[in-house]
């Protein structure tokens, strides 16, 4: 099982604020990545470090981190939006990587 | 334009082999960590070995230890995974992915290959 937990699916109004989470102990001594997978697609990274995007990266999309929980957040959802989003950090050990099991964003 | 291109997956027998190739191109290889990801049909990402730019750091997710070997050759702009002892657990799509920030408390992957497909079977 995954040490880093996300919800499996999360659901937003086109043009609403969704936050997606992802809980972890390593996540209270290391930051999360975030990565964005669309269907038959490689991942792209959102975001990393304390809340810095990669250029070509949308502004509506921050990071943030509180105790063990990193999040996520699109303001103003958009239909390109939708996509599978997953949460990375190092695990306990400090030298190796661990994904978060992924949550499956549906922009309604 | 920068650019990482996976080669060498196929169709093997369990218990046989398979060599992966990565082809970086549009920067200096030789200055990144670089890693590999996989990703089970219909299932979610899981890293699987990462390198220090002059290979002398090596780690590897425990469910490949002792089987994949990570290695790069920075004359050729490569980074390879070679799979002994494979198991139909590890059939999936193997990411070539570059460590664009590498630090003390992150580190992320900013290119990302476009996959090649392995699958173990008989």
């Known amino acids: 099982s995954s040490e880093l937990t996300q919800d499996p699916a999360v659901s937003v109004a086109l043009g609403q604020t969704v936050r997606i989470t992802c809980q972890g102990d390593s996540l209270r001594s290391c930051y999360a990545s975030w990565y964005q997978q669309k269907p038959g697609q490689a991942p792209v990274l959102v975001i990393y470090?304390?809340?810095n995007r990669p250029s070509g990266i949308p502004d509506r999309f921050s990071g943030s981190s509180s105790g063990n929980t990193a999040s996520l957040t699109i303001t103003g959802a958009q239909g390109e939006d939708e996509a599978d989003y997953y949460c990375k950090s190092r695990d306990r050990s400090g030298n190796h990587l661990v994904f978060g099991g992924g949550s499956k964003l549906t922009v309604l | 334009e920068v650019q990482l291109v996976e080669s060498g997956g196929g169709l093997v027998q369990p218990g046989g082999s398979l060599r992966l190739s990565c082809a970086a191109s549009g920067f200096t290889f030789s200055s990144y960590w670089m890693s590999w990801v996989r990703q089970a049909p219909g299932k979610g990402l899981e890293w699987v070995a990462y390198?220090?730019?002059?290979?002398?750091?090596?780690y590897y997710v425990d469910s490949v230890k002792g089987r994949f070997t990570i290695s790069r050759d920075n004359a050729k702009n490569s980074l390879y995974l070679q799979m002994n002892s494979l198991r139909a657990e590890d059939t999936a799509v193997y990411y070539c992915a570059r460590v664009g920030w590498w630090e003390l408390l992150y580190v992320a992957f900013d290119i990302w290959g476009q996959g090649t497909m392995v699958t173990v079977s008989s």
């Open positions: 390198i220090k730019q002059d290979g002398s750091e090596k």
């Open positions: 470090g304390k809340n």
